[in-house]
């Protein structure tokens, strides 16, 4: 076999990759346990705020060492495979970014009748309109104003140079249109800054296109109000004058003595077990302590690769440490004997983001200029009408901003008493740029230099910008998972997911003799480099990513079985046993990649186009293509080649004696069948649909959304067994999730979702506190605080809307529907015949509709399964399995026609079908072994998700037989019935 050496180089060093990868995985969940232990009080609830503060007092510690390399607490969180949010647990949350404040801001607050009329219509028609506010607000302006121009509101003085009387409404709702845009983008810069900081694994942002929403995915957070504060907190820009180190360099010699005493006096090896970290120190952590306790006592003992947290009077340019000693530098500077040696009008602000040297992130500690107890600047960033990015005379990139009257006033009074100092430009109390004051600036018109990027020079604009409007953002949409359910899903998951491995196993081995357990060895050689390149590349596991993984298993065991089958059609033709092996390679090798590639481009559209749960499918699937056709096709044949290096002598075989002749020799005539199947098919799929429409189908509160409360028990109660309970209680769907503790859920429910009055929310309401005290047994208090024995109490109740679940349908509409044209042009490339591109998505279609209908008709009979986001997955994962076997099947057809002989088209179609039949039949049966052991065991979290897989897989085999072959042979009928044209070349 060529290049051998090179596929065990590679399949060595990937292996070696995972192994490091996935330890700190391991590492990872030991320091959580350890939290989690720390947390727990003595009747078993865990405080999930004690617990994160014991994780952020390590974030900087030293917790693992790999080869004699340290790494911190926050190095393994951001290295290891990390788990979403329904798997781990952590807090998803849509913020608005509110466009009323905007008009309102540009108009200047002007107090027209008419104006706030038309703005408060427009608010209240926003909320069921799908449009822009600009668009909705100038309808309601119209209705209102009649002939009235906008400029008769807008022509404002702050808005002079960009409005005036003359301005057309056209113009000025443009204007409008873009300073909402800004305002979004520079919230949307904002937030990513304040999320970097928070420490959070894997978290995600992103912009909900053409809405003024903003979508952050934040796992393994548990404290839910240390995010809302984090994400609600008001935006505070500054300037401020900077004091320099020549000013106080006395106070300096005897702080840096602090900060040695300090570090001595710190014994704990780790700080986490007692110490609670201050909202000063943010997530930081400092390992100075460790270092003094194992010997060093000055600077000069701890060497060259010490922090430089006793340099800083060598730096003449400001006071400059290394990240991770941040939290020591702030525990000693906030200590009252420290501050008392310092000028009391000092205050100190740290840099935004690191700067690289030497292989240090080294952050500026900036010493302000301010009256001790104000917060008060000489400078707020209100006064800034405009800024952007620019650049300077040496063209480097800069940013020019503009300020209003009494701004350029009071900017030109700050310059000039500061030349030759710096001031610096602060934002939420961290300092972005701090540029030395050159001269007196007598216009608001000024240049601000550094050492900027392009980027960051045009994200510095944007946060000037933040305070010329007011845009508030408000959460509109939380979901909250916390670790209960998070941990009953991952364990159900994975031990359903390993027992129906196991007995796939055992059905390869059965099958295939010896060759099984080649194919089990690529199999777990996938699994294990998916759960690896994942920790690679810092993605997170969803529990759609797990619909991922279902999918590739069957692509890893379909690719072998597909070799498999060839290699025993060589042998019954009487070829050797090297030449069947090298034979059956090469001629499977077309049929699995082309079914590789469709599903691959599937997934690379739904990634690039779809949002939350189809992002997370889209990424494991693509991971997982790449590794099962390494493994499946390249690691197998290594190790295939190995075991029959004695060629004839070699004691490898394919098919154990039941299995030998099984399924050979079939003659099936599939496709005089297929008007049957046709009607079959639209049979079911009409009745479910009728079903689906009056009522058949039962969406989650996350397409629907609903009401939710707040629910504090006086002992934990599983979220699982709640919500298996309270779906009986209940029309419509029920969702429940730890909220802040294990001893308080969140109950959120689409009953009366559609109704919004104080009568429906008192019946809801009541409903919620019956059906929990029918399922629990407990009794409900009013005052939570005299919780005791089985008592439970409602502490907190909203309503939220289904906006963002429809952002997310209409984003996996649009990445289905451009899937569904890059699987339909790839096929065309492939097989030169449009019949068979459209009889491929003709099928996929039906697949669709096929699995929706199921829900609705197992929902008439009583078994109701809902649709919500995981329903999306699930479904993308029936289009991936369904295109795999149809390509398989169109495969072995193009082939029969290169040598057809003299054979009918339709004989040719019906022969390919019958002999790719075992490799169907078996493909579908380690399929269906592994969703039917989660279904039947996988839990009441798993049963809707695992429910649409069955039936994806049936009716994916199905339709690949009876849908798709017979679709291209009726949409051939000129060439059928004339027999004189190759359908395929």
């Known amino acids: 076999m060529k290049n051998k050496g090179i596929i065990v180089f590679f399949t060595v060093v990937i292996t070696a990759l995972c192994l490091y990868y996935l330890s700190f995985t391991l590492v990872s969940n030991n320091v959580h346990e350890k939290a989690t232990t720390y947390a727990t009080d003595a009747s078993g609830n865990v405080d999930f705020d004690k617990r994160q503060t014991y994780l952020d007092s390590v974030w900087r510690e030293p917790v693992y060492n790999f080869l004699g390399i340290p790494f911190t607490y926050q190095e393994v969180k951001n290295t290891e495979l990390g788990l979403g949010l329904d798997l781990q647990g952590g807090m998803h949350v ?45 309808q309601a302006w119209q209705e209102k104003a009649g002939d009235k121009a906008l400029n008769t509101i807008f022509a404002t003085a702050a808005n002079r140079g960009r409005i005036s009387l003359e301005t057309s409404d056209a113009e000025i709702l443009s204007i409008i249109d873009t300073e909402v845009e800004n305002a979004i983008d520079r919230s949307f810069n904002i937030l990513r800054t304040r999320i970097d900081r928070f420490g959070t694994s894997q978290p995600n942002i992103q912009r909900i296109q053409n809405t003024g929403r903003i979508q952050i995915e934040l796992p393994g957070v548990d404290n839910a109000e240390r995010v809302r504060n984090l994400l609600q907190g008001v935006a505070k820009l500054q300037f401020w004058q900077v004091a320099e180190i020549d000013e106080f360099g006395d106070a300096l010699q005897q702080v840096n003595a602090f900060l040695v005493e300090e570090a001595k006096n710190q014994k704990a090896s780790s700080p986490a077990a007692e110490t609670t970290t201050s909202s000063d120190t943010t997530d930081l952590e400092s390992d100075l302590a460790k270092q003094l306790a194992e010997g060093a006592t000055d600077a000069d003992s701890l060497g060259t690769e010490a922090s430089p947290i006793f340099a800083l009077l060598k730096a003449n340019y400001g006071l400059v440490y290394e990240l991770r000693d941040t939290i020591a530098i702030n525990r000693v500077l906030n200590r009252e004997d420290v501050k008392a040696l310092l000028p009391r009008d000092v205050k100190f602000m740290w840099s935004v983001k690191p700067q690289v040297q030497d292989g240090m992130d080294l952050l500026e500690l900036h010493a302000i200029k301010a009256p001790r107890g104000t917060d008060q600047a000489p400078l707020e960033g209100d006064v800034i009408t405009d800024a952007r990015q620019s650049l300077d005379q040496t063209s480097r990139p800069a940013v020019s901003m503009q300020m209003n009257a009494e701004g350029a006033r009071r900017w030109r009074k700050l310059t000039a008493e500061n030349i030759g100092k710096r001031i610096a430009v602060v934002l ?17 018109q000024s240049e601000i230099t550094g050492n900027f990027t392009m980027e960051e020079a045009k994200d ?38 390993v027992a129906g491995l196991v007995l796939v196993v055992l059905f390869m081995i059965a099958y295939y003799s010896k060759g099984g357990f080649v194919a089990i060895a690529a199999l777990l050689f996938n699994i294990f480099f998916i759960l690896g390149i994942l920790a690679q590349l810092g993605a997170a596991l969803t529990l759609p990513g797990i619909a991922g993984i279902v999918l590739t298993i069957g692509m890893s065991i379909d690719a072998n079985v597909l070799i498999f089958e060839r290699i025993k059609e060589e042998l019954k033709n009487g070829a050797g ?29 739904l990634y690039a186009l779809g949002q939350g749960p189809v992002k997370g499918f889209a990424i494991v699937l693509m991971i997982g293509i790449a590794s099962s056709f390494f493994s499946a096709v390249f690691i197998t044949r290594v190790i295939v080649y190995w075991m029959s290096k004695k ?38 799929i009409v009745i479910g649909m009728i079903l689906a429409l009056t009522s058949g189908i039962k969406f989650g509160v996350d397409f629907t959304g609903g009401r939710y409360y707040v629910v504090e028990f006086s002992e934990s109660v599983p979220a699982s067994e709640l919500k298996v309970g309270l779906d009986s209680e209940f029309d419509g769907a029920v969702e429940v999730k730890t909220y802040g503790a294990n001893n308080v859920l969140k109950v959120t429910t689409s009953y009366l979702v559609n109704e919004d009055n104080d009568e429906a929310n008192r019946e809801v309401e009541d409903k919620v506190r019956n059906g929990i005290a029918a399922v629990t047994g407990f009794s409900y208090l009013e005052d939570a605080t005299k919780l005791s024995g089985n008592d439970f109490s409602i502490t907190g109740s909203n309503k939220v809307g289904a906006t963002v679940a429809d952002d997310i349908k209409n984003s996996s509409l649009e990445a289905m529907f451009f899937s569904l044209i890059a699987i339909f042009l790839y096929i065309l490339l492939r097989f030169r015949k449009w019949q068979f591109s459209l009889a491929s998505i003709i099928a996929l279609i039906h697949d669709t509709f096929f699995v929706i209908a199921a829900f609705a008709i197992a929902s008439a009979f009583g078994a109701t399964f809902e649709i919500d986001q995981v329903f999306i997955a699930a479904v993308l994962t029936v289009i991936g399995y369904s295109i795999n076997d149809t390509v398989i099947v169109f495969d072995r057809i193009r082939e029969n026609i290169a040598n057809r002989g003299t054979s009918k088209i339709v004989k040719m179609f019906n022969d390919a079908i019958n002999q790719t039949m075992a490799r169907t039949l078996i493909t579908s049966a380690t399929t269906l072994i592994v969703v039917l052991v989660l279904l039947i065991f996988g839990g009441e979290v798993l049963r809707g998700f695992s429910f649409a897989l069955l039936i994806g897989v049936l009716v994916g085999t199905y339709s690949s037989i009876y849908i798709a072959t017979p679709v291209v042979v009726d949409l051939m009928k000129k060439e059928i019935e004339s027999e004189s044209e190759v359908p395929v070349k």
């Open 94 to 138: 849509t913020l608005e970014v509110s466009p009323v404040e905007i008009v309102k801001g540009l108009a200047g607050g002007s107090k027209d009748q008419v104006f706030n009329e038309a703005v408060e219509e427009a608010k209240e028609r926003s909320k069921t309109v799908n449009d822009k506010f600009v668009n909705i607000f100038y």
């Open 577 to 605: 046993i090297l030449q069947a092996i090298s034979s059956g390679y090469d001629k499977a090798f077309s049929a699995i990649l082309d079914s590789n590639v469709t599903t691959f481009l599937t997934g690379a559209i």
């Open 460 to 497: 510095l604009a944007n946060i000037l910008k933040s305070g010329t409007l007011p845009a508030p953002t408000n959460i509109v949409e939380e979901a909250i998972v916390g670790p209960t359910l998070g941990v009953e899903a991952r364990n159900q998951g994975i031990n359903s997911m």
């Open 647 to 684: 060629g004839e002598k070699s004691n490898i075989s394919f098919a154990t004696p039941f299995a030998k002749n099984l399924f050979s020799d079939l003659n099936i005539d599939f496709l005089g069948k297929r008007k049957v199947a046709y009607l079959i098919s639209t049979g079911i």
């Open 428 to 444: 939420d109390n961290y300092v972005y740029t701090a540029p030395t004051v050159q001269g007196e600036i007598p216009s608001g």
